[in-house]
């Protein structure tokens, strides 16, 4: 991810979090590490590194961690890492953080996020406490490029989303054919609060972007709802340009 321009993110401990910041290197590496009764010592990278934050609440840790983040990667671990997948998607299932991808990676061959996914589908969807489009706000692989690849395929036409006003802009890097857009607007209807989705130059209330003023938007009265469907809507436009 470094090598991509990416910065990594992680609690600055050992393990995987310093796994994480070997590969990224010092450059291109941040640490929030949390003040805990037992020690937990910074890493060998982080120790030092005037991008290490130290927080003494895990929600601090998990908003500084989110606040400016492009995409999760989750790798197994203890209640820790559930309680900080589970801030995650519920966070993106509800609208309270911009749309960013969540990759779930575990050791080749490994069964620690498919049993989790079981739990989700049998114990949580099973009764009819999420959606099943909810389940798309997150992959599963055992392949680390096959992670990269997720999280860079998410911004191939998708680049981010703010409110105007009632309305959601989609800026997109790509503009979309007048027949894909009808065909968008005809599956994705049951995002629409009311009207129609459009395609339109940047709208004055982003006038403070002047850096992303030339992308197209995808504009529409979204129904604040059913963020699980938006994401599929995203995953949408970014396949409208592999073929």
């Known amino acids: 991810m470094a090598r ?5 993110v992680t609690g600055a401990g050992e393990g995987i979090m310093e796994a994480a910041h070997l590969g990224a290197g010092a ?3 941040i640490g929030v590490n949390i003040l805990l ?4 010592s910074d890493n060998t990278v982080m120790a030092g590194n005037p991008r290490l934050i130290h927080t003494k609440y895990f929600f601090t840790r998990k908003l500084l961690f989110l606040k400016e983040s492009s995409g999760v990667a989750l790798f197994p671990g203890g209640f820790g890492t559930m309680d900080e997948a589970f801030e995650v998607l519920t966070l993106l299932q ?3 953080t911009h749309p960013f991808p969540v990759v779930l990676v575990d050791e080749p061959g490994g069964t620690y996020w498919t049993t989790w996914r079981r739990f989700l589908e ?3 969807l099973g009764r009819g406490l999420i959606s099943v489009e909810d389940l798309s706000l997150f992959r599963i692989t055992a392949d680390v490029d096959d992670a990269v690849r997720e999280i860079q395929r998410f911004y191939r036409v998708f680049h981010s989303a703010r409110y105007v006003g009632k309305d959601l802009a989609i800026r997109v890097r790509e503009p979309l054919e007048p027949a894909a857009l009808r065909a968008l607007a005809g599956d994705f209807r049951d995002l629409l609060a009311e009207g129609g ?5 940047a709208l004055p ?3 403070e972007e002047p850096e992303i003023a030339g992308l197209p938007r995808i504009v529409f009265r979204f129904n604040n709802r059913s963020f699980g469907r938006l994401r599929q809507l995203i995953d949408r436009l970014n396949g409208e340009f592999e073929r």
Request: no cysteine; aromatic share 12%.
């Open 205 to 207: 209330e982003e006038a």
């Open 197 to 201: 989705m459009i395609q339109t130059e």
């Open 4 to 8: 991509l321009g990416w910065f990594v």
């Open 27 to 29: 450059e291109h590496s």
């Open 122 to 124: 049998e114990g949580l």
């Open 94 to 96: 509800t609208g309270k």
């Open 37 to 40: 009764p037992f020690e937990q």
